[in-house]
């Protein structure tokens, strides 16, 4: 077993869950099974394989150009004037579980 | 009008010829929903308002004698992972179950400009998590050729609309083969393209480095129509190609006498259902037969996709789906103690099991101590897998593929099991991992006259190439 309920726990704190029991069990079991599957990869030499962030890396678009000039087309001029507009304000706000008109409204932050 | 096998050309030609009218068409449709989808599941929502209004558009055109735009009042449903402004979208999740969405996906933006009438939003794995369709958090979908069986993950719904005659075609999204594996399970045409060639504006997140938007279709005619229509560069996502879109339609009926079409051994071994063998090796026969060249090719790493895939993906889940917190749309708990007590809650009753897996293992995978063994590791043979069909495409200007290891399996098989539900991607998450377009065609059926399904995959912004092979192989006698 690689992964423990402890581990389980910890995780689930980064990510901003909280499993129940049952959950957490079952994770322990489901987490265990995915790894033990993913730890073939261990069996690949990758100490000279360059790391693969996204798929344009891969076919760049100008080849006579380098890195981040590649894809210089992504980015605008800097303008001060004639930029897309937001969404209006009450728009914005109309899915919010809670607002005041103004702000999104939540829990107090500070806690004890 | 008889909504069997009706195609974008034939549906439109109708409204042009008014032999029907676009309203008329939309609410056929709408019947036919009504009637045939309880027993199937393939809807979360109509826009009947949204469709009749772009209809009655299209029919005041016919009125006047104006030219009509390529896809004028062709009825589509699109995946609900797709924002569409004033239309719920839920991405199959309890979490978005009241949102409504304030803008459009560029995608749906683009094939109503060309005149389709969007009927509504389909049933998939929430946040298109899934190969079975019944992640959803809604209800499940049954396969249209066995209400038995799954239609397939994650764009379930998407594939049983167009198998079950409930919209012309449809748009889906494939992370890991969420296009391919559901056309094949349904029989029906699923095109991904290249990373970049299609705009991701308005598609919610899953895994931004694999996520892509495509169609599913009757014919391949039809997804080189929706793809001409949905492609290009898009100044709201900068991941968007700058590059020219080629006419894909003029260019079907170019021949593939003397193509070189690869065969992977590796896509053919061990776990591959017999009768799925044979049929794809019957369909290379067949491409044979057409003068193409079969040339065997080696893609040696592809035993380490699936969990490369799993780990980028999941890596990249967890990032993504940190926005879903309560704070500015979507679910949020009642009556908690504080912002961080809200956060969980709300998560923790939005997601469902699979989302929560993905987004623990994808924080395991970038968390301290882990970070380099797993999410590196998996960059790292991303890039061997990327070069696997690099070398391959030095030699060939295809490589064709089962899509799965097998047909449709049954509602319940493997819904306890998540790793095994992860190797029914096996043949298809490689396509993501190195951004390459893959086609997914019908080519026979099982004992059981279940679909099987081929796919066919070409090199960076080459679909003219795979929607050519796949049209000569459909086309054939």
Known sequence: ???????????????????????????????????????????LDTADVPPMAQVSDRYGLDDSKQGSARFAYASREDIHEGLRKSLPHDVALANAPDSDGKFFKVPKVIEK | MNLNNLTIDAARSAVAERKTSATALAEAYFAKIESDDPQIGAYLALSKERALGKASEIDSMVKKGEELPPLAGVPLGIKDVMVTKGVRTTAGSKILGNYVPPYDCTAVSKLEAAGAVVLGKLNCDEFAMGSSNENSAWKPVHNPRDLSRVP???????????????????????????????????????????????????????????????PLTKTVKDAAIVLRTIAGRDPMDSTSADLPVPDYVAELDRPVKG???????????????????????????????????????????????IPAYYLVATAEASSNLARF????????????????????????????????????????????????????????????????????????????????????????????????????????????????????????????????GMQIFGKHFAESTILRVAHAYETAA
């Open chain 1, 1 to 43: 077993m690689k992964v423990t309920d402890k581990d389980v726990t910890y995780v689930a704190d980064l990510a901003n869950l909280e499993l129940s029991e049952d959950e957490r069990s079952r994770m322990v079991r489901d987490l265990n099974s995915i790894l033990g599957h993913v730890d073939s990869l261990s069996a």
């Open chain 2, 152 to 214: 397939g993950g994650s764009s379930g719904g998407s594939a049983a609309a167009v198998a079950a005659d409930m919209a012309v075609a449809t748009l889906g999204s494939d992370t890991g083969g969420s296009i391919r594996q559901p056309a094949s399970f349904c029989g029906v045409v699923g095109l991904k393209p290249t990373y970049g060639r299609v705009s991701r504006y308005g598609l919610i997140a899953f895994a931004s480095s694999l996520d892509h938007i495509g």
């Open chain 2, 259 to 305: 193509l070189k079409i690869g065969v992977a051994t590796e896509y053919l071994g061990e776990g591959l259902d017999a009768e799925v063998r044979s049929a794809i090796e019957a369909a290379i026969q067949k491409l044979a037969g057409l003068g193409c060249d079969i040339v065997e090719v080696s893609l040696p790493h592809t035993s380490y996709a």
């Open chain 2, 325 to 452: 917190d309560g704070v500015r749309y979507g679910h949020r708990a009642e009556k908690v103690r504080s912002l961080s007590d809200m956060y969980r809650r709300s998560r923790d009753q939005g997601f469902g099991a699979e989302v929560k897996r993905r987004i623990m293992l994808g924080t395991y995978a970038l968390s301290a101590g882990y970070y380099d063994a797993y999410y590196l590791k998996a960059q790292r043979v991303r890039t061997l897998l990327a070069r696997d069909f690099e070398n391959a495409f030095k030699n060939v200007d295809a490589i064709v593929a089962p899509t799965c290891p097998t047909a449709a399996f049954k509602l319940g098989e493997k819904v306890d099991d998540p790793l095994a539900m992860y190797l029914a991607d096996i043949y298809t998450v490689t396509a993501n991992l190195a951004g390459i377009p893959g086609i997914s065609i019908p080519v026979g059926h099982t004992k059981e006259k279940l679909p099987i």
